[in-house]
């Protein structure tokens, strides 16, 4: 996530007076030092398409493809073709908060080792919520919504459909409707069929897309580890006996999102994953991360336990834009587009 290792961090007058003074500056250090190293180990910017925000709220939507050029013979005039917006959506950033506190014995009797554990539990604590919320809002978007730390958000994209449904629309009625929610097990052969649907994506007007799915997004399950690197890293198809040539072999990354959680309705579990195009995502702002305000931590006294108080405070949101960036597959999904041919 760029950026968010520059933390506000602030103080109430008094506190450097205090006897809490000398404890300011290796906490400061501990929250930012340990917030830096875990966003090189997050995977949402490998996923979402990072934005900013200075407003309530943003809203993202798309337009429709420009109409094909025209042969018009010399000296012809130019056609003349409109634009016409497509779906949107508005996403709002969340208010999020925690703390944690230091008391005055532990600083009299120079507890520092403690002092850090509290700094660095704080911020897993931070960290972890917005991984844990951008891989809950990937899942759950085989649904309408879903509930995160007691609070339902919509999973939905622009179209109003799930992210991850067998009947997006077009909101021209160009195109009938497409499905990025596939039932089959991963394999060599049902990457190469998920690819290919990826690629026969079309816009609102029925126009094909240059979709190039270029990312594998997987929990950290050992039997997809297993499938997945054998299907991208070996030289030969791993199932044929002749290792006939794997023109798969390193084309993708591959994405191993330990806080993706399970997916209710998948038979056993931790098999669903996802092929996403990573370019798509990022110029039509399909799955968005939206940051509003960045970590802001105070430091202050209280007055009535004469504890020195650390409160963390952050903004930001989580929506889904452009589906056509995404595909979710898995086995045993009620409901979704079969991917493997019948023979």
């Not at 997945?228 to 023109?247: K, L, R």
Request: net charge negative; glycine share 8%; aromatic share 12%.
């Amino acid at each position: 996530m760029k950026g968010l290792s520059e933390i506000v961090f602030s103080k109430s007058s008094g506190v450097n007076d205090s006897i809490f003074g000398k404890s300011q500056e290796p906490i400061r250090a501990v929250v930012e030092q340990n917030v830096e190293s875990f966003e090189k180990a997050s995977m949402i910017e490998r996923v979402y398409c990072m934005d900013t925000t200075d407003s309530f709220a943003e809203k993202y939507t798309s337009e429709t493809s420009l109409g094909n050029f025209k042969p018009v013979g010399e000296n012809g005039e130019n056609p003349r073709t409109s634009f016409r917006e497509g779906y949107a959506q508005v996403i709002e950033p969340d208010t999020w908060k925690n703390s944690f506190e230091v008391t005055q014995e532990m600083v009299e009797d120079a507890k520092m080792g403690k002092i850090r554990s509290k700094a660095s539990a704080f911020t897993l604590s931070y960290n972890r919520t917005r991984e844990l919320f951008a891989a809950t809002m990937f899942a759950g978007g085989v649904g309408n919504t879903v509930t995160f730390e007691g609070k339902t958000y919509s999973t939905k994209a622009a179209d109003g459909k799930p992210l991850f449904s067998t009947a997006h629309t077009s909101v021209t009625e160009g195109c009938a409707d497409q499905s990025n929610l596939f039932d089959a097990d991963f394999s060599y052969d049902a990457l190469c069929y998920l690819e290919e649907a990826m690629q026969g994506y079309r816009d609102d007007d029925g126009n094909l897309l240059n979709i190039m799915p270029d990312t594998i997004v997987i929990p950290n399950s050992a039997k997809l580890k297993k499938a997945v690197f054998e299907a991208v890293g070996a030289d030969g198809i791993p199932t044929t006996a002749n290792h006939s040539m794997n023109y798969q072999l390193g084309r993708w990354n591959v994405v191993v999102w330990p806080y993706l959680p399970v997916v209710a309705g998948v038979t056993a579990g931790k098999n669903a994953w996802y092929l996403l195009d990573s370019q798509f995502n990022q110029a039509y702002m399909g799955l968005i991360w939206l940051d509003r305000v960045k970590l802001t931590v105070k430091s202050y006294i209280d007055e009535t336990t004469d504890a020195n108080i650390f409160k963390g405070r952050a903004r930001f949101g989580v929506g889904f834009n452009n589906w056509r960036c995404a595909a979710m597959c898995g086995p045993g999904i009620s409901g979704a587009t079969a991917l493997l041919p019948s023979v």
